[in-house]
């Protein structure tokens, strides 16, 4: 089963989640000011124009000529309070030829024309105002480079519905400057919420992953606990049967321990030791239905009677079939009496159609007999039964089978029956089937590799 550490994987999200946060609260800290800068000149933009055309629509309703003619004009009184009023340092009037009418801080440029004026060019052609905050470096502005930077608008006169000129106005800027006390509180608090409300849901976070870990650790134990028990299970299960087939008590356990040792020769996978060694427990449960008289018979049985005794490979996959657990053994259950040239029983199967756990145990299983005695024979040496294996080879049993089994020595074998006479396979049987049994799984009967 794979371990998951959860306060570590706590940390590691606190740390990565805490930078994530903090880079995206520096970047709200920068664009927060920056975007109260952007609406701020735009705002001022904004009003200035509106008290232009608000001043401009009505007072300008006048012909631009007879403002060259009159010096005195009332409106040049009213011009001048409502520079003073709206912080103007020019109200220059423009002709539709792009002269200048009319000048507040330069009466030197009056009747001059600057064709090279884009904006006011641009507002004589469209009618449209325009409003740009820069320095006042243009040619008529002369005596307006003292103040640095102004908000420039032009804004169109229209009189009987034709553009007959232009007002230029030049306004004095308020500080307007991102590094305000107003934008450095914005920026703080963009740098802290983000942060403070990371620490809080980290916090609520936390608390439901421990939670959750410690749901996962008691789902975990009660599987585990489900597990043994089904185990325990199982080998009551084939206990009883030995019980009834006296001849073959230990030989469970031991064709297990065997199956295992070939099955982790043979770089089976996970799930297929688990089918291996659960099939190899329950090989035989079919038996149960086979009749005393048949499965105890000292003597060599008829036809009748190896029909019927081969009938357990068929009710044996019929019990573990569809039991979650048992299930696992269902393919070794029902083809560990087929062989490989497909003479065996019950299906006829042959070569690798033939489940590999099935080919694995039909081997084992006719070794353990074989070392085995039967009330009508003595058991076989190592020496003979590797033999008569050998020999099957590639008629009874699968080559690449009987080669890991010829690679074992008696004495690898012989040690390997006594430890399980010593111990029992309770423990290997864990340890085999914990990669499989440590996670809870929805259907074990449809499992994949
Ligand atoms: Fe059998």
Redesign the pocket.
């Known amino acids: 089963m794979r371990h998951f550490d959860a306060p570590e994987l706590l940390r590691s999200f606190f740390r990565r989640s805490f930078w994530l946060t903090l880079c995206f609260a520096a970047l709200l800290a920068v664009a927060l000011p920056l975007l109260r800068h952007a609406q701020a000149i735009a705002e001022y933009k904004q009003d200035s124009l509106a008290i232009a055309r608000k001043f401009l629509a009505k007072e300008l309703d006048f012909d631009l000529r007879d403002m060259l003619a009159r010096k005195n004009d009332p409106l040049i009184e009213r011009i001048n309070i409502f520079m003073d009023y709206s912080n103007l340092v020019e109200f220059r009037i423009w002709d539709r030829s792009a002269r200048v009418v009319y000048s507040f801080a330069d009466p030197l440029v009056v009747g001059k024309r600057f064709p090279d004026d884009h904006e006011l060019l641009e507002t004589l052609t469209t009618g449209q105002p325009s409003t740009e905050i820069d320095e006042a470096d243009k040619l008529e502005n002369h005596n307006l480079r003292e103040y640095g930077t102004l908000l420039e608008m032009y804004v169109p006169v229209i009189s009987g519905g034709r553009i007959v000129g232009a007002v230029e106005l030049y306004r004095k800027v308020p500080p307007l400057g991102i590094l305000n006390t107003q934008n450095l509180i914005y920026a703080l608090g963009a740098l802290l919420l983000p942060l403070l409300l990371h620490v809080f849901f980290y916090g609520q976070f936390k608390l439901a992953s421990l939670k959750l870990v410690h749901s996962g650790v008691q789902l975990q134990q009660a599987y585990s606990s489900l597990v043994k028990t089904s185990l325990d299970s199982i080998r009551s299960m084939v206990n009883a049967l030995e019980m009834r087939d006296t001849e073959t008590q230990e030989h469970s356990e031991q064709v297990v321990a065997m199956a295992v040792l070939i099955g982790h020769q043979m770089g089976l996978s996970t799930d297929d030791m688990a089918r291996l060694v659960i099939g190899a427990y329950l090989?035989?449960v079919g038996k149960i239905g086979v009749p005393d008289a048949i499965l105890l018979k000292p003597g060599p049985l008829n036809a009748a009677e190896r029909a019927i005794m081969e009938t357990?490979?068929t009710k044996g996959r019929d019990i573990v079939e569809g039991v979650e657990f048992l299930c696992l053994g269902a393919d070794v259950v029902h083809y560990?009496?087929e062989r490989w040239d497909g003479t065996g029983y019950a299906t006829g199967l042959a070569g690798e159609n033939i489940p590999l756990t099935a080919r694995i145990f039909a081997l084992v299983?006719v070794f353990d007999a074989l070392m085995s005695k039967r009330p009508y024979k003595e058991p076989f040496t190592f020496k003979q039964s590797r033999e008569i294996i050998r020999q099957g080879s590639g008629t009874h049993f699968d080559p690449r089978v009987v080669d890991v089994f010829l690679s074992l020595s008696e004495r690898e074998l012989n040690d390997l029956r006594a430890e399980v006479q010593r111990k029992g396979i309770h423990d290997l049987v864990r340890q085999v089937t914990g990669a499989i049994f440590g996670t809870p799984k929805t259907n074990m009967c449809d499992l994949k590799d």
Do not use: A, L, M, R
Request: negative net charge; proline residues 0%; glycine residues 0%.
């Open positions: 090989h035989d357990h490979v560990h009496h299983d």
